[in-house]
C-alpha cells in the first residue's frame, strides 16, 4: 500500500478551501449528507430500469454513528456505492464531483434532483478531524475499498471488507483546543440541531441511535430508565413541496413561528411554485409587528435560500429589496449555480431572476390583501409602511411605481387611511393637484391654518406625520399625472378670481407695511404678505423654493446637521380677513415701534403653529405681558 498525492496542488487547494470558503466548520455534516443524499438518489434512478436493484423506497437511509470513545464520526448511507476507479477520481482529485456528471444525463436530471455539484463538499470535513477514512461498495458487487487520507499529504487506496452496499466515511475528529470544541460534534443534541438546521428536508431518513428516558416496564408510575433506540432526525418533507390546499392554516402559522421565532401569526401566507424563467418553491411570510431591532443598523434582512431542500444560507439578503425586507420565508430552487462550496453563490442571472420573481409576487400578494382584507392590510402598514415610504424615497424615487399603491396615508375625509388611488378617484371637478399637510404628527397637520382652509373650500388633504413622508411625495413628484402640493407652499392656490384681484391690489397697496415688518425681521422671513388661505386664523408661516418648514425641521434634526444647517425660505404670511390686518395698517401710520414689537410676536405665534421652536421664548413672554398691562 503507497501514498498517493492528489491530483491536483493539493495543498494550496485544501489550505483555501478549510480556511477560507466555508465560514461555519459546521457545515462539514450538511455536505457529507447531502453527499450521501445524492448516491441514494443515483441507486434509486438505477433501480428505475434495473430489475436488480431489489431495494424499495422505504429501505433507504443515512446513519450517523458518534463514537465518544474513539472520537469517530461516521456518515454511512445505503446507495450506490462507489468503485475503486470512483474512488480515485472523486475523492483523489479535488473538485471532481461524480453527481455533477451524472446531472449533465438529461434523463436522470428529469427522474432525481442531485443536489451537489462541484465535488469539493467532501473536503469540508478536514476542517474538523486530522483523518477521513472512506469504504465503499458497489450495489451488486462484493468487491470494496478503502480511501484514507490525512489531509494535504496524500491518501491511500487499498481492499477492505464491508458487509452491505453503500459508502461509509469515518471521522476521526481533532484535539480540541481553547477555541474550537470538536467534540460537540460526537453530542447527540449537537447532531440533531445541525440535522435540523441544514438537512431537515433531505428526502431520505438520517437516522441514529439515541438515548431516551422512557417510563419503566412494571414500574411505578414515576419510575424511568434510560433506553437506546433509533430515532429519525429529519422530517423529509418540506412544507412548500405539498400542495397549498392540503395545508391548514394552523400548519401554516406553527411553520412560521417555529422557524422564524414570532409570537404572533403572520397577516399575510405567501405560498407559490415558480416555472418557467425562474423555477422555484417559495413560502413566505408577512409578520403582523416589526421585530424590535427592525428599525436599526443591526436589523439582517434576507430569505432563507435551500437547493432540492438542503440549506445553503440563513439569509440571503439579495432575494429582497430593502423596501421589502420586513418579508420571512424561503426559497427552494434546484437551479442556483452554487461556486465552489454551497455557501458561496455565484450572483448571476438566476439568482436576480429570482430576486424579480420574488418582488413581483410580494408585491401583487400586499395589493391583494389591501383590496381583500383592509384591515389586516393597515396591520400590517402600521408596522412597516415606514419601510415602503424610505423605498420610495431612496433612489431618487426609482421605486416609486412599485411602491405607489402600496401607500396609505391619514386623510381629512373622516380622519382614515385612504390610498394615493382612492384619494385621485374622488377629487373635486376641476382639482388638478394633491394637497397635503405635514407636521410632527397627523393632528398637528391637521391643524396647520392652510390645511384647514383648504378643507374649508372642500378640498381633500393628505396629513403628514412621520419625518420621511414629505420626502417620499417629493421623490413621486406625482401620482396619476397629479402634483403633490403642500398646502404650506406659498404658490398654494385655491382662491376665486375676485379674491386673487383683491389681494393682489392689497399688497400692492401696502407694499410700505409690508416691507417695513420684513425689515423688522430680517433675514428670519424672506417676505411678509397678505393672504386670504387662511380661513379664521390671524397668521401663518409659509415656504418657497425646495426646501419646507417640515423637511427643514427633520434634516436640522439629523446626526451632525450643526455643520450644515438648511434653512427653508419663508414667508410671514397675515390674514387679509382678520382684524389684525386693520391694526397692522393703522399702526404703521400711528406707532411703528408697537408695529415692530407686534411683528416679531406674530412671527414666535406663526412658528408655534407651525410647530417650531422659538429663538427667544423670554422675549415673547415680556412682549405679550407688556400688551396686557
Known amino acids: 500500500m503507497s501514498k498517493k498525492q492528489f491530483k491536483t496542488e493539493s495543498k494550496k487547494l485544501l489550505d483555501m478551501m478549510i480556511n477560507s470558503i466555508y465560514t461555519h466548520k459546521e457545515i462539514f455534516l450538511r455536505e457529507l449528507i447531502s453527499n450521501a443524499s445524492d448516491a441514494l438518489d443515483k441507486l434509486y434512478y438505477r433501480s428505475l430500469t434495473d430489475d436488480s436493484v431489489t431495494l424499495q423506497r422505504a429501505d433507504y437511509e443515512i446513519r450517523l454513528t458518534p463514537d465518544k470513545e474513539a472520537r469517530t464520526l461516521t456518515v454511512s448511507d445505503n446507495g450506490c456505492g462507489m468503485t475503486r476507479e470512483e474512488l480515485e477520481n472523486n475523492l483523489g482529485t479535488i473538485a471532481k464531483s461524480g453527481s455533477y456528471e451524472f446531472k449533465q444525463d438529461e434523463a436522470a436530471r428529469e427522474k432525481v434532483d442531485i443536489i451537489g455539484q462541484f465535488g469539493v463538499g467532501f473536503y469540508s470535513a478536514f476542517m474538523v478531524s486530522d483523518r477521513i477514512t472512506v469504504r465503499s461498495r458497489v450495489y451488486g458487487s462484493e468487491e470494496a475499498w478503502e480511501w484514507r487520507s490525512e489531509g494535504v499529504d496524500g491518501y491511500t487506496m487499498e481492499p477492505c471488507t464491508k458487509e452491505s452496499a453503500g459508502t461509509e466515511i469515518e471521522l476521526h475528529l481533532r484535539a480540541d483546543t481553547e477555541e474550537e470544541k470538536y467534540s460537540e460534534y460526537l453530542e447527540e443534541y449537537r447532531l440533531r440541531a445541525l440535522v435540523r438546521k441544514y438537512s431537515d428536508y433531505i428526502r431520505y431518513p438520517i437516522r441514529m441511535e439515541v438515548e431516551e428516558r422512557v417510563h419503566k416496564e412494571g414500574g411505578k408510575e414515576d419510575e424511568y430508565e434510560t433506553r437506546r433506540s433509533d430515532a429519525t432526525l429529519n422530517s423529509m418533507v418540506p412544507l412548500w413541496k ?52 427592525y428599525y436599526t443598523k443591526n436589523f439582517e434582512k434576507g430569505l432563507q ?46 439568482l436576480r431572476r429570482i ?227 386693520d391694526r397692522l395698517k393703522a399702526l404703521y401710520t400711528e406707532d411703528k415701534e408697537k408695529l415692530a414689537e407686534y411683528t416679531r410676536i406674530l412671527y414666535a405665534q406663526a412658528r408655534l403653529i407651525g410647530g417650531m421652536s422659538i429663538e427667544n421664548p423670554t422675549e415673547l413672554s415680556n412682549m405679550v405681558c407688556g400688551l396686557m398691562l
Open 242 to 293: 405539498r400542495p397549498a390546499s392540503e395545508i391548514t392554516e394552523e400548519e401554516y402559522n406553527a411553520f412560521y413561528r417555529e422557524k422564524f421565532y414570532d409570537y404572533e401569526a403572520p397577516v399575510k401566507v405567501i405560498h407559490w411554485h415558480s416555472e418557467g424563467g425562474a423555477t422555484f418553491d417559495s413560502l413566505l411570510f408577512i409578520p403582523a409587528k416589526a421585530p424590535y431591532d
Open 305 to 350: 435560500l435551500y437547493s432540492s431542500g438542503v440549506l445553503i444560507t440563513e439569509k440571503c439578503a439579495d432575494l429582497l429589496p430593502d423596501y421589502f425586507s420586513f418579508v420571512r420565508g424561503l426559497v427552494d430552487s434546484a437551479d442556483l449555480s452554487l461556486n465552489i462550496s454551497r455557501e458561496m453563490l455565484q450572483h448571476d442571472h438566476q
Open 355 to 581: 430576486a424579480r420573481t420574488v418582488e413581483k409576487k410580494i408585491r401583487s400578494e400586499l395589493l391583494k390583501l389591501l383590496e381583500s382584507d383592509r384591515e389586516k392590510y393597515e396591520t400590517f402598514f402600521r408596522a412597516f409602511g415606514l419601510q415602503l415610504k424610505y423605498g420610495v424615497y431612496t433612489d431618487f424615487g426609482m421605486h416609486k411605481d412599485t411602491l405607489s399603491d402600496l401607500l396609505l396615508f391619514v386623510s381629512s375625509a373622516e380622519k382614515k387611511y385612504v390610498t394615493l388611488k382612492e384619494y385621485t378617484d374622488r377629487m373635486k371637478e376641476g382639482q388638478t393637484v394633491i394637497y397635503y399637510a405635514a407636521g410632527e404628527t397627523t393632528d398637528a397637520a391637521a391643524a396647520l391654518p392652510q390645511a384647514e382652509a383648504v378643507c374649508a373650500r372642500g378640498f381633500e388633504v393628505l396629513y403628514l406625520g412621520e419625518d420621511v413622508d414629505e420626502f417620499a411625495l417629493r421623490a413621486m413628484d406625482s401620482y396619476a399625472e397629479h402634483k403633490f402640493v403642500n398646502v404650506c407652499d406659498e404658490s398654494l392656490d385655491i382662491g376665486s378670481e375676485e379674491e386673487k384681484t383683491r389681494l393682489k391690489a392689497e399688497n400692492e397697496g401696502a407694499k410700505d407695511l409690508l416691507s417695513y415688518m420684513k425689515e423688522t425681521l430680517g433675514d428670519k422671513v424672506g417676505a411678509v404678505r397678505f393672504s386670504v388661505a387662511l380661513k379664521d386664523h390671524p397668521v401663518c408661516l409659509s415656504s418657497e423654493g425646495g426646501i419646507s418648514l417640515e423637511m427643514e425641521k427633520v434634516l436640522n434634526a439629523m446626526p451632525n446637521a450643526e455643520e450644515n444647517r438648511v434653512k427653508a425660505q419663508t414667508v410671514l404670511e397675515i390674514n387679509l380677513n382678520h382684524a389684525i390686518a
